[in-house]
């Protein structure tokens, strides 16, 4: 499983060692200290000892003030839109351009449908147009024979680096269980990725403050797709993320109570943890230790994105069901991150169940993997919801 999984890490050839880059200019509207920061870094006048003691403090600023951090004025421009679903592939595999071109002639001959998606203006601005309108393909639920029945949907939120199309296939199941889904594209990925990129690279790299920035924006936008759903009748809630997304969804849930059902498919507590043992993030240490940081001085920077700093904030909601899947063989997000999450939980009291999966976390996506952790996700999902429509009928 070892082998398997380090051969599926190492398939893609377009993974870039960038420099480290501190990013402060990416949280100046938020700190002054990081606004200070970003022009002595402008000047060449910040050190490297200066730049990595003001990210510390900067991560404890906003950490102290996650609340208004992770808080946004609610977008008013919602619309929906429609258009043949594009793949936009992360690697450059001829398996996977071949179904690039696949995709491309089946909706030019009329063979595929199009699709409806959201979009709107996400409440956090980065420095790339195309990222800051948010997508997300809409699965609506079907009609119910009960008119009182309460209307619920689900935000999905895929890996780092997934194409247009993974977990589209998870919103058709949950349509299924009369679940409306909004599968939501992460900051950075497949149309919100800025042309210079072939890989979603931006969500998380060595710029420190863009990492950071990207994960704030995805917390909003997850909320923010909320608030339209809220606007369509929709009344009762859930999240779901897959190894990035999950870290997205668990922040979003944790500053968010409407989020009464939590599916997190890999789980860790530190993200700095994640980014420094990963092999999946093997190129972003190597710029971290080029410079000499160490990882507890990367777990430090990446601070306040990491859900460990929302434990007791997410713990609180009480009536919230929440699934943790994890893999004994996982080399991205490491079995001891992940059963410290569950370590957490019991020591919060929080409502949960685990599941196991026999495989890794790459492997995750291979037959037969992945029809168990669908079977894991969509049982999890449909007794939930259920549950939750019991309790407040």
């Given at each position: 499983?070892?082998?398997?999984?380090?051969?599926?890490?190492?398939?893609?050839?377009?993974?870039?060692?960038?420099?480290?880059?501190?990013?402060?200019?990416?949280?100046?509207?938020?700190?002054?200290?990081?606004?200070?920061?970003?022009?002595?870094?402008?000047?060449?006048?910040?050190?490297?000892?200066?730049?990595?003691?003001?990210?510390?403090?900067?991560?404890?600023?906003?950490?102290?003030?996650?609340?208004?951090?992770?808080?946004?004025?609610?977008?008013?421009?919602?619309?929906?839109?429609?258009?043949?679903?594009?793949?936009?592939?992360?690697?450059?595999?001829?398996?996977?351009?071949?179904?690039?071109?696949?995709?491309?002639?089946?909706?030019?001959?009329?063979?595929?449908?199009?699709?409806?998606?959201?979009?709107?203006?996400?409440?956090?601005?980065?420095?790339?147009?195309?990222?800051?309108?948010?997508?997300?393909?809409?699965?609506?639920?079907?009609?119910?024979?009960?008119?009182?029945?309460?209307?619920?949907?689900?935000?999905v939120m895929p890996q780092?680096?997934?194409?247009?199309?993974?977990?589209?296939?998870?919103?058709?199941?949950?349509?299924?269980?009369?679940?409306?889904?909004?599968?939501?594209?992460?900051?950075?990925?497949?149309?919100?990725?800025?042309?210079?990129?072939?890989?979603?690279?931006?969500?998380?790299?060595?710029?420190?403050?863009?990492?950071?920035?990207?994960?704030?924006?995805?917390?909003?936008?997850?909320?923010?797709?909320?608030?339209?759903?809220?606007?369509?009748?929709?009344?009762?809630?859930?999240?779901?993320?897959?190894?990035?997304?999950?870290?997205?969804?668990?922040?979003?849930?944790?500053?968010?109570?409407?989020?009464?059902?939590?599916?997190?498919?890999?789980?860790?507590?530190?993200?700095?943890?994640?980014?420094?043992?990963?092999?999946?993030?093997?190129?972003?240490?190597?710029?971290?230790?080029?410079?000499?940081?160490?990882?507890?001085?990367?777990?430090?920077?990446?601070?306040?994105?990491?859900?460990?700093?929302?434990?007791?904030?997410?713990?609180?909601?009480?009536?919230?069901?929440t699934l943790v899947i994890?893999?004994?063989?996982?080399?991205?997000?490491?079995?001891?991150?992940?059963?410290?999450?569950?370590?957490?939980?019991?020591?919060?009291?929080?409502?949960?169940?685990?599941?196991?999966?026999?495989?890794?976390?790459?492997?995750?996506?291979?037959?037969?993997?992945?029809?168990?952790?669908?079977?894991?996700?969509?049982?999890?999902?449909?007794?939930?919801?259920?549950?939750?429509?019991?309790?407040?009928?």
């Open positions: 499983m070892i082998r398997w999984e380090t051969v599926l890490t190492t398939r893609d050839t377009n993974r870039v060692v960038r420099p480290l880059e501190w990013g402060f200019d990416w949280l100046a509207d938020f700190s002054e200290l990081a606004a200070d920061s970003a022009r002595r870094e402008a000047e060449g006048t910040l050190t490297h000892a200066e730049a990595l003691d003001r990210m510390v403090r900067v991560n404890q600023e906003i950490i102290a003030r996650s609340e208004e951090f992770y808080g946004y004025a609610p977008p008013t421009d919602f619309r929906l839109e429609e258009r043949h679903p594009e793949l936009f592939p992360t690697n450059v595999r001829p398996e996977t351009l071949r179904q690039e071109q696949e995709v491309r002639e089946a909706a030019a001959n009329g063979d595929l449908a199009r699709a409806e998606f959201l979009r709107f203006t996400s409440p956090v601005h980065s420095k790339y147009p195309e990222n800051d309108i948010v997508n997300a393909r809409w699965f609506p639920e079907p009609a119910h024979k009960d008119p009182k029945r309460k209307k619920q949907a689900i935000v780092w680096n997934a194409d247009a199309f993974s977990h589209n296939a998870l919103c058709s199941i949950f349509n299924r269980f009369g679940v409306g889904g909004l599968r939501l594209s992460k900051p950075y990925h497949d149309i919100r990725r800025p042309a210079e990129l072939e890989r979603s690279d931006y969500a998380v790299s060595s710029n420190i403050g863009r990492t950071i920035a990207a994960c704030r924006q995805a917390v909003v936008d997850i909320r923010a797709c909320v608030d339209w759903l809220e606007q369509q009748g929709y009344e009762q809630f859930g999240v779901l993320g897959t190894s990035l997304g999950s870290c997205y969804a668990f922040m979003a849930a944790a500053y968010d109570p409407r989020l009464q059902v939590c599916a997190f498919n890999h789980a860790s507590t530190w993200f700095g943890d994640v980014v420094w043992t990963g092999q999946s993030t093997r190129h972003i240490r190597a710029a971290f230790e080029h410079e000499g940081l160490t990882q507890e001085q990367v777990c430090s920077i990446l601070a306040c994105i990491s859900p460990m700093i929302a434990m007791d904030r997410f713990a609180a909601e009480k009536t919230r069901q994890y893999a004994p063989w996982d080399l991205t997000f490491l079995r001891e991150f992940s059963l410290d999450v569950l370590k957490n939980f019991r020591q919060r009291g929080v409502n949960f169940v685990s599941r196991v999966l026999p495989c890794g976390h790459y492997t995750t996506g291979e037959t037969p993997y992945k029809y168990i952790d669908g079977w894991y996700m969509g049982s999890f999902i449909h007794k939930a919801y259920k549950r939750m429509r019991e309790r407040t009928a």
